[in-house]
């Protein structure tokens, strides 16, 4: 068995596959028995390898906190229609006399 990490342009592994044979690819390293490689590392100029840290995951929101974010967007919306529909009707009786 052959396990390689598939590297991006950037030389970030995008995947480490174990193969059944030898590949010779520019994008492909590689790997000795016992190498820890994941996905999202990078590969140094050096050839050693760093781990990034994990991405920062915003938290979810309850129910009752987007509700109450859909009603707020939902209020502004309706308010800035209304100063459309204001400004609608002074043109409209604007042009008239």
């Known amino acids: 068995m052959y396990t390689y990490a598939q590297l991006d342009e950037a030389h970030v592994v995008v995947a480490v596959s174990r193969l059944s044979g030898e590949v010779t690819a520019a994008h492909m390293v590689l790997l000795a028995e016992g190498d820890d490689v994941q996905p999202r590392d990078i590969r140094n100029p050096d050839g050693t390898w760093t781990r990034p840290e994990p991405p920062?995951?915003?938290?979810?929101?309850?129910?009752?906190?987007?509700?109450?974010?859909?009603?707020?967007?939902?209020?502004?919306?309706?308010?800035?229609?209304?100063?459309?529909?204001?400004?609608?009707?002074?043109?409209?009786?604007?042009?008239?006399?």
């Not at 129910?63 to 043109?91: G, P």
């Open 56 to 97: 920062v995951v915003p938290p979810i929101p309850s129910t009752a906190e987007r509700l109450e974010q859909l009603e707020q967007e939902n209020l502004s919306l309706m308010e800035a229609m209304a100063e459309l529909y204001e400004l609608l009707l002074a043109n409209e009786g604007g042009g008239a006399a």
